[in-house]
């Protein structure tokens, strides 16, 4: 069964750059799509981006002068960075695997989130 | 943007009985739909895809239906772990959207 965790600093200053990694367990993150998806509080979920496990990408035009997504294949993880925060970046931040199809993804596996908060 | 419209927001059922969830889109999706049950404190598990194929390993009491721009969940007979958020995501359009969810309840 595949797992996903996500780990970083669950405070971060405004400005500055929120950092989270998401670990795979239960199998390889290679040959699939991998996403970042984030819930600010009484919002709707929003899909941030995704990494192929080669290192190709694409992100949410909304977010995408900000966000970089990398992926480490030799620890099995992939990572999200979002630049120059706000209290908008506020939200419960999810990693997921991708089922990509012929229009947009569908995720099949999730992390259990981690809650980010902006806040000086 | 796709905007995805849930209804009710929440929904009172009693254990046993059935339960019937809508999503709407701003504009056709084809049959590109997920449905994703979320639970406190756990991961969002994936329900149903292509609106209407389970995901493995989910029971056969949730069912998906729909095509176009309505889609419906059902839940043919309640079961204690079955009460929870629920979630419909459209993958026919980039950026793919989720509805706000519909919360299913003890009533």
């Known amino acids: 069964q595949v797992q996903l965790q996500e780990s970083g600093p669950g405070l971060v200053k405004p400005s500055e750059t929120l950092s989270l990694t998401c670990t795979v367990s239960g199998g390889s993150i290679s040959s699939h799509y991998w996403s970042w998806i984030r819930q600010p509080p009484g919002k709707e979920l929003e899909w941030i981006g995704y990494?192929?496990?080669?290192?190709?990408?694409y992100y949410n035009p909304s977010l995408k002068s900000r966000v970089t997504i990398s992926v480490d294949t030799s620890k099995n993880q992939f990572s999200l960075k979002v630049t120059s925060v706000t209290a908008a970046d506020t939200a419960v931040y999810y990693c997921?695997?991708?089922?990509?199809?012929?229009?947009?993804?569908?995720?099949?596996?999730w992390g259990q989130g981690t809650l980010v908060t902006v806040s000086s | 943007e796709m905007v995805m419209t849930q209804s009710p927001a929440t929904l009172s059922v009693s254990p046993g009985e059935r339960a019937t969830l809508s999503c709407r889109a701003s504009q056709s999706v084809s049959s590109n739909l997920a449905w994703y049950q979320h639970k406190p404190g756990q991961a969002p598990r994936l329900l149903i895809y292509d609106a209407s194929t389970r995901a493995t390993d989910i029971p056969a009491r949730f069912s998906g239906s729909g095509s176009g721009t309505e889609f419906t969940l059902t839940i043919s007979s309640l079961q204690s772990e079955d009460f929870a958020l629920y979630y419909c995501q459209q993958y026919n359009n980039w950026p793919q959207t989720f509805g706000q969810g519909t919360r299913v309840e003890i009533k």
């Open positions: 997921a695997r991708s089922r990509y199809t012929a229009t947009a993804p569908y995720f099949d596996y």
């Open positions: 990494i192929y496990y080669s290192g190709s990408t």
